[in-house]
């Protein structure tokens, strides 16, 4: 990967003959940045180009140079791609479009990259591709003039546009130290690049910008052990896309393709955002502070206004205000009248004006929160007058000395207001110092390193294995195969074998057989209709529960009969399932496969009303208690399902084994497409699954 960020000698087969304004030639603009290698014109009909003795094919340039730019008409790729081949070339760019980004034609134009890649070993980066940015070795493929960055700061990014690249103001710390725009990537991607930044001492932030993921498995492999000690940033467009499809199952339709590369990112340990803005956000903290080790802020601000603003932004984005440290207030207040406030946040401006102390009260202030092992990282909100009325509110000196005497670099996150570029630059001229636009901004930007901190602590989840009689298992397995689905009675016998509890219950034909059936069973009951035609039993008036005895078992079977064939006459009634009524709160459980990351395990509420909520919570398989006990915690129910006002709550353990127990059997039935346990009834001492599905 290297040779495409930093090659000696690079060909650029279709150069443009014409430079200067309007004529986008590559070579002209990868000089103008300053490459400093051998560069090779090919174009049979100039001699020079900017100079450059330009050569007629890739075959008569002496040298088999690290690296080739392809941009020429997208049928002539093809050719090109061979005599780069052919002369030992081993990384190409192709930049030219019109391939999978364009039509059918140009599909099958990049398949034959792609075989011509794998046949020859040749590393391909692109098609439709501005290539890449290097700023440590003033090296830019991309045919845009870009000014020249004064500092490089170790971030680089992996995006599928160039977009990102060139407008690095808008999207990064002022620019990328390395980039690269994969295109179409039909060759190298995520995965290679992740590899190659994972172990790059110039990069300390990777970024991304992703339309689609490919070989999710292996990217959710490598991000995993990457994020471990650089942090990763992903923003992902195409989210609305991800509109809920029509699904078989409940699990189907609440776990979209926006839902699966959250769970998969959250799995990851990246962090996800969801614009430019917050990207600028994310990257100006990962860089200047790195992790927050808590979550308790200092504030200082020259306004209470601001003060008010910084409360509301530490709610919004899950830090704590801290409680100021023992004998500040009296430290600061010593001197001033008594109606004079300090607290946290600390407004500085009554302090600081009466006496004219402002400066002497914020280097105070500000020393006293940093060295405070109460505060885990400061906010200050000052303004930027740059008046020659108001020298006494410049505080640089007292953020570089207050620096100093804490003698650690934690986090200082200001919001200078009223500042321009020069003064930021000054202030982040401090260690550990990170001036944002807002005060919701710089705590955004702290909540990014707070949750980096988060990753880095986080543990590998450690799946159980229990055991389950494979002999048992074996005849349905065969019949979910070969039907594409389990339903009913079968669904919840399959779910047995795995150790998931369920309710009692019996298939039975006919009045005869559901008269013997009820039995060896207890009352109350339910009676369900069952057969392949009733997708939502209770759609078709197919489920009646709590009955309390034979006579109106008797009475349900006969009006059930009856209503099912009066109003559904196509449907065909198979068989009636009669169960033990369970009692509980109606939660759902499921499993759906991604074909990208693998099993994503679902739960939340369920019952009729599962997708009006929508209270659901994601992870990929295979989980461990742990992320089972995260599953249920961050749903918006869990206070119901703790007990909530005297109510007693549900069986916990036995929610968070279910959960256990099948991701194990995700594991197990790898061929499954979705399961859906929809309800499972949680009780207060057990839980029982009562209706499931399972698609093949
Ligand atoms: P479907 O989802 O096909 O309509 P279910 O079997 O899920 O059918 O039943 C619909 C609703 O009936 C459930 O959401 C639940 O409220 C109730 N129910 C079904 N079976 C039982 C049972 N064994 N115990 C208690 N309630 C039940
Ligand atoms: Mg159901």
């Given at each position: 990967m290297q040779k495409f960020f930093n090659p000696e000698s690079v060909v650029m087969i279709g150069a443009p003959r014409n430079t200067g304004p309007g004529t986008y030639n590559g070579i002209e603009t990868m000089l103008r940045y300053g490459y400093s290698g051998r560069l090779y014109p090919i174009n049979p009909k100039a001699d020079d180009i900017c100079g450059l003795k330009a050569y007629p094919t890739v075959a008569d340039v002496p040298e088999v140079a690290d690296l080739a730019l392809i941009s020429v008409g997208r049928d002539h790729v093809i050719r090109s791609l061979e005599q780069c081949i052919q002369a030992g070339i081993r990384h190409v760019i192709i930049i030219s479009q019109g391939f999978s980004d364009a039509d059918g034609h140009g599909r099958e134009l990049q398949d034959r990259i792609v075989r011509l890649s794998r046949a020859s070993g040749v590393l391909v980066v692109g098609p439709n591709t501005m290539g890449v940015l290097n700023n440590f070795r003033s090296f830019s493929t991309g045919f845009i003039d870009l000014a020249i960055p004064a500092k490089v700061p170790p971030v680089s990014l992996i995006a599928q546009t160039g977009l990102i690249q060139v407008a690095s103001q808008n999207f990064a710390y002022g620019t990328w130290g390395k980039a690269i725009d994969i295109g179409n990537a039909c060759d190298v991607d995520f995965v290679d690049l992740l590899e190659y930044f994972g172990s790059d001492p110039e990069t300390r932030i990777i970024v991304l910008h992703m339309e689609g993921v490919l070989r999710g498995r292996a990217f959710l492999e490598i991000a995993s052990r990457i994020t471990l000690n650089k942090p990763i940033i992903v923003l992902k467009t195409g989210r609305s896309r991800a509109g809920a499809k029509a699904a078989l199952s409940h699990t189907g339709s609440l776990v979209g393709e926006d839902e699966v590369n959250d769970t998969a990112f959250h799995r990851a340990g990246i962090i996800r955002v969801r614009n430019n803005l917050e990207m600028v956000v994310a990257i100006r903290s990962l860089l200047r502070f790195g992790e927050l080790a808590g979550p308790k802020l200092g504030v200082i601000t020259a306004t209470g206004a601001a003060g008010i603003m910084a409360i509301d932004a530490a709610e919004d984005f899950g830090l704590d205000i801290a409680d100021l440290p023992p004998g500040l207030a009296d430290k600061l207040k010593h001197g001033k009248p008594d109606w004079i406030h300090a607290g946290n946040p600390l407004d500085i401006w009554p302090l600081g004006m009466i006496g004219r102390t402002y400066r002497k009260i914020y280097h105070l202030a500000l020393s006293e929160l940093l060295k405070s092992d109460d505060v885990d990282a400061v906010l200050s909100i000052i303004p930027d007058f740059r008046s020659p009325l108001h020298p006494d509110t410049e505080v640089f000196d007292a953020v570089r000395d207050a620096r100093k005497e804490a003698g650690n670099s934690k986090p200082l996150a200001m919001w200078?207001?009223?500042?321009?570029a020069a003064t930021e630059e000054r202030f982040e001229d401090v260690e550990g110092v990170a001036c944002f636009a807002s005060v919701d901004q710089a705590v955004q930007g702290l909540s990014y390193s707070r949750r980096y901190h988060k990753i880095r602590q986080r543990m590998i989840p450690s799946q159980r294995c229990f055991s389950y009689d494979r002999h048992l298992i074996a005849d349905l397995l065969h019949k979910g195969r070969e039907e594409k689905a389990l339903l009913g009675e079968d669904a919840l016998r399959f779910l047995d074998i795995f150790g998931i509890p369920i309710a009692r219950g019996v298939v039975a034909r006919t009045w005869e057989e559901i008269e013997k059936a009820a039995m060896s069973l207890d009352y109350p009951l339910v009676l369900k209709v069952s057969g392949r035609d009733f997708l939502h039993k209770s759609d078709w008036g197919g489920v009646a529960t709590n009955i309390p005895d034979l006579k109106r078992l008797r009475q349900t079977f006969l009006s059930m009969t009856d209503h099912v064939r009066l109003h559904h006459p196509q449907a065909r009634i198979e068989g009636y399932q009669l169960q033990e009524q369970a009692v509980g709160k109606e939660l759902l459980l499921g499993l759906k496969r991604d074909p990208n990351f693998g099993f994503i395990i679902a739960c939340g509420w369920g019952g009729i009303y599962t997708e009006v909520f929508k209270d659901i919570s994601r992870e990929i398989v295979p989980i461990g208690k742990r992320e089972a006990e995260n599953m249920l915690t961050s749903l918006k129910i869990y206070p119901i399902l703790k007990g909530i006002r005297g109510e007693t709550g549900v069986d916990l353990e036995s929610m968070l084994e279910a959960l256990e127990r099948l991701s194990f059997l995700a594991m197990e039935i790898p061929d499954l497409v979705e399961l859906d346990i929809n309800p499972l009834m949680a009780g207060a001492t057990g839980c029982k699954a009562v209706d499931a599905r399972i698609l093949w």
């Open positions: 200078v207001y009223m500042s321009n």
